[in-house]
């Protein structure tokens, strides 16, 4: 996983409604609709992307940053199951006044945190300013190599609106459509 659940709020609202995605149970819907078109335009982008692929990547995922207001989400933090590194865990296993082996024992599983995530506070992260690293960059659009990144990618718009909306206007933006063939010139 993961993600950044209490993001700033988004300072401005430019898009219509109707340009932009929030519903998490209609995006979960829309991406299960979309799942064949998902893989396609993944496979797609193995060959197509532009060289500046990273840079359009990362000024969509700025753009959803902006307009979509991760305290009133944190979806991530509420359905992903997540690695944090030996250090996070130590910080936030003392946080909670638990040594780490009470603290696996009673979050973990197979190495990783279970969800809902217990510093996970309504829909507000209660170590925001020292949450970790995954955390911070969930959804991870904006770290280089996106298409290399792409299965991730592609799990993470079911589930996170930033998500959903970029990769959706990433098709858009280069003009693809389902069913588009062609192969890097
Ligand atoms: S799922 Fe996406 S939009 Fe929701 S809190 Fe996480 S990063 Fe923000
Ligand atoms: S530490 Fe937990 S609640 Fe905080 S951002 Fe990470 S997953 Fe969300």
């Not at 709020?9 to 995006?27: F, G, M, Y």
């Not at 296993?93 to 024992?105: D, N, P, R, V, Y």
């Not at 969800?115 to 959804?139: A, Q």
């Amino acid at each position: 996983m993961t993600c950044a659940a209490e993001r700033k709020p988004p300072e401005q609202k430019q898009l219509k409604a109707h340009e932009i995605e929030t519903d998490l149970s209609r995006i979960q819907h829309l991406s299960q609709e979309h799942d064949d078109e998902n893989w396609e335009f993944r496979s797609w982008l193995k060959q197509n992307a532009p060289d500046n692929i990273d840079g359009i990547v990362h000024e969509l995922s700025q753009k959803y940053f902006a307009l979509i207001d991760c305290t009133q989400c944190a979806n991530c933090c509420r359905s992903l199951q997540t690695e944090f590194k030996k250090s996070e865990l130590h910080t936030i296993a003392k946080t909670l006044g638990q040594s780490i082996k009470e603290f696996e024992k009673q979050f973990m599983s197979e190495g990783m945190v279970n969800p809902p995530c217990p510093m996970l506070d309504g829909k507000l992260c209660s170590i925001y300013e020292n949450r970790p690293e995954v955390c911070r960059s969930f959804p991870h659009l904006e770290k280089p190599h996106f298409t290399s990144r792409l299965m991730g990618v592609v799990d993470n718009v079911a589930i996170c609106p930033i998500a959903f909306n970029a990769y959706e206007e990433l098709k858009t933006k280069l003009g693809w459509t389902k069913g588009r063939r062609d192969l890097r010139r």
